[in-house]
């Protein structure tokens, strides 16, 4: 079975917690030494939040956040999410997405992307927005893209905002007001 | 024989921790019931400090067994353990009438979840039934409630701004938090282009200042995981100690009461029958006084469970008023929109409270549209980065636009008043169960055409309001939500002057009943238009001294 293949049977099959139990077996069965991950939504991790002066998504680990994430229907998605994300790409690149060369897979996913927002129940747009939950709740997202600090110990109601000044992650897991 | 208490307490949420502490400290010996498991203050906390990354689900929960419970703002994964799950707390409604109720069976109840905002009632509203006709007359007016205001205001800390407002009366503040920078320049353009309005800060349960045995506000607003500072007001903060140093209190939880027990003869409550929620084993415990404070639907369900002879449908209802009249503020975003101009400027720290304008309809001048009236809470506020997700972009473009906070906004929420009609109501579901084997509550409140026409009425406002920041609205929307969203439930043991059209009197006392003390949102005769859990709290000290009075005069 490929490891594709087995990972989409697998949420189907499975609960979360047995889940990453089989993903952890699978992974120290060939060898590797972090949890399995899955190559296409590596590359759209990738590809959305890259690597720049801080590691990107891919780095953060968001592929695994999404694979938890569709197994448990977090912000309405649902495991077929994956198939219709796959056939989507896939479509878009009139062939095997995942096989393509990055510069390639950006092209496409570009006009998938540019193109989402106007599809009605198009996937992209719920994936892309589980990429950016996954990898501002990472701790690099959270704490090195952008600034953590659980207590701020007080309210300033204006302060000046540099160009070069980052948000506070710990905004969005407030309740706003 | 001799009652095991002088007092039972039902609940220990809001009021329940209210009355346990007031009656306590008045020197009765207090049993305290509550359905839900312990939390202990600070210990039991486990959420609390944890970082995204720690979260199984990053703080977004896996919410399939709560449907319900997730459509309340204060949930999240690190609340979740606050809340009830919806699959095993089943309650029944109308198809195509929707109700979403949110609960917190635990110690402390949802004193742990609440939003905190804390409004006094005027005569504005007290006698808003009088002048229209809709619903029974207030037995009470507010200078009846205004000295308990006081009371509760300096034990658990309200931090607020002086207005001097007649629909909106001042309290005993702390001081206020802050308004933000675009907030500040809302409040002007608003108050000049409408001399009838007013921008404030919203007056909230959260210290500024520090009192015994807890710290200010540390501007985190992670309050419904609990605040180990002690900073805002819950049961665990604030009330169960008080009335734990009394050496008074007897605390029980995993007990749900399915019964308050009632004795003909003397036509007096004698204490309530218990379900242990584990072992599902009854227990009875009798008492000379008897504080109902489960929640106000909760608390009606226990007073329909109490049927006899004499009272068949329901403790206390002689006529056909118990589980009617209840209510929920509708409510919905009236509008949001971008305001320009506050580029370079942004906040530090997460003000636990936001604005609000309180109500101009009907207030100095008559709307002839509409009854009653409806206010806004809200606030300015940056986008963060979900906002990505909402429009095109990828790659280092995308990364770089999200590393700073977004666009401001101004978010308008209006909630109108709710008008008392008998065909809302609350009734026992005569074939479903709860899993402990109670019939579970089935819920029917749906709003009328003068709760539509005020939350359109409110659209249209938000929307004029707004604009003069000169931004576009991004939406408005002028239908009441699902009913229960505003998590203000309230009705089904009214007050009133009448036996026949009510079920208490102005003391939140059984008309019939004259130990028994219905003190929680119950209670109400009519909604208002303001956060109403300062009111239930007021209502239940003033209860309590007066019951410990009369108890101790033999009167009851």
């Not at chain 1, 994956?82 to 496409?108: I, P």
């Not at chain 2, 903060?237 to 003397?266: F, Q, W």
């Not at chain 2, 509409?370 to 909402?390: D, I, N, V």
Request: aromatic share 8%; hydrophobic share 35%; charged share 20%.
């Amino acid at each position: 079975m490929q490891r594709r293949e087995f990972v989409v049977s697998a949420l189907a099959a499975t609960t979360a917690a047995t889940l990453w139990a089989d993903l952890n077996r699978l992974a120290r069965a060939q060898g590797k030494a972090a949890a399995a991950s899955d190559p296409l939504f590596d590359a759209v991790c990738d590809l959305v939040i890259p690597d720049s002066d801080t590691p990107g998504a891919k780095r953060a680990g968001v592929a695994r956040f999404l694979v938890l994430a569709l197994a448990h229907g977090i912000a309405g998605s649902a495991t077929e999410d994956r198939h219709r994300l796959e056939a989507v790409l896939n479509g878009a690149s009139h062939g095997d997405f995942v096989s393509l060369s990055r510069v390639k897979q950006h092209d496409v996913l570009e006009a998938v992307d540019a193109a989402a927002y106007g599809t009605p129940d198009s996937v992209w747009p719920r994936i892309k927005g589980l990429i950016l939950m996954g990898y501002y709740t990472s701790e690099i997202g959270a704490t090195q893209e952008l600034r953590y600090q659980l207590v701020p110990g007080r309210f300033d109601p204006d302060v000046s905002q540099g160009p070069s000044d980052r948000a506070f992650s710990n905004d969005w897991t407030g309740q706003r007001f | 024989m001799t009652p095991q208490f002088d007092a039972i307490v039902i609940g220990s949420g809001i009021t329940g921790g209210w009355a346990a502490k007031e009656l306590t400290e008045k020197g009765l010996k207090v049993l305290m019931i509550e359905r839900g498991r312990h939390i202990e203050h600070i210990k039991d906390y486990t959420t609390e400090t944890k970082a995204p990354w720690e979260m199984p689900f990053r703080g977004f929960g896996d919410r399939r067994d709560y449907p319900v419970q997730s459509q309340g703002r204060e949930f999240d994964e690190w609340s979740q353990p606050h809340f009830v799950n919806d699959r095993e707390n089943p309650y029944q409604t109308d198809p195509g009438a929707p109700f979403t109720w949110i609960r917190s069976y635990q110690l402390g109840g949802r004193s742990l979840v609440w939003g905190r905002q804390s409004y006094r009632w005027s005569d504005v509203d007290f006698g808003a039934n009088k002048l229209d006709g809709h619903g029974v007359d207030w037995p009470i007016r507010y200078r009846d409630v205004a000295p308990w205001y006081d009371h509760v205001e300096n034990f658990i800390g309200v931090s607020g701004s002086r207005e001097g407002l007649p629909q909106l009366p001042d309290g005993q503040f702390q001081p206020p938090m802050a308004l933000n920078v675009v907030e500040r320049s809302l409040k002007q353009q608003i108050e000049h282009a409408y001399p009838d309005r007013k921008l404030i800060i919203g007056r909230v349960a959260n210290l500024t200042e520090p009192k015994v045995g807890r710290a200010p506000c540390q501007y985190r607003s992670i309050c419904a995981r609990g605040c180990s500072y002690g900073a805002y007001f819950s049961t665990q903060s604030s009330t169960l100690p008080a009335a734990r140093a009394t050496g008074n209190l007897t605390l029980l939880t995993d007990h749900v009461v399915e019964r308050i027990d009632y004795d003909a003869r003397s036509g007096r409550a004698t204490g309530v029958r218990a379900l242990d929620t584990h072992s599902r084993q009854g227990v009875s415990y009798s008492a000379r006084l008897v504080f109902l404070c489960a929640g106000a639907f909760n608390s009606v369900g226990v007073l329909l469970r109490s049927t006899s002879e004499k009272y068949p449908s329901g403790l206390g209802n002689s006529g056909d008023v118990l589980g009617r009249y209840i209510m929920d503020h509708a409510n919905t975003l009236s509008a949001v929109g971008t305001v320009p101009g506050f580029e370079g400027h942004t906040t530090f720290g997460n003000r636990p409270t936001g604005i609000v304008i309180p109500r101009f309809r009907n207030v100095s001048q008559t709307d002839h549209r509409f009854l009653r009236g409806y206010s806004y809470q809200g606030g300015a506020y940056q986008g963060e980065y979900p906002r990505g997700a909402s429009s095109p972009g990828i790659g280092l473009a995308l990364k770089q636009e999200l590393r700073a906070p977004g666009p401001w906004h101004f978010a308008l929420v209006g909630f109108a008043e709710c008008l008392p009609r008998a065909e809302n109501r609350i009734t026992l579901d005569t074939k479903a169960k709860e899993p402990n084997g109670l019939a579970q509550l089935k819920i029917r409140l749906e709003f009328g055409e003068n709760e539509k026409a005020l939350l359109a009425d409110a659209a249209e406002q938000a929307k004029a309001m707004i604009g003069l920041g000169g931004g576009n609205i991004g939406l408005s929307l002028g239908a009441p939500g699902t009913p229960g969203t505003a998590i203000h439930e309230m009705g089904g043991a009214r007050m009133g002057l009448d036996p026949a059209t009510s079920i208490l009197n102005g003391r939140n006392q059984a008309h019939e009943v004259s130990n028994l003390f219905v003190t929680d949102g119950a209670c109400m005769a009519s909604s208002a238009c303001q956060n109403p859990s300062l009111t239930y709290m007021a209502l239940t000290v003033r209860a309590a001294d007066y019951a410990v009075t009369q108890l101790k005069a033999g009167s009851i």
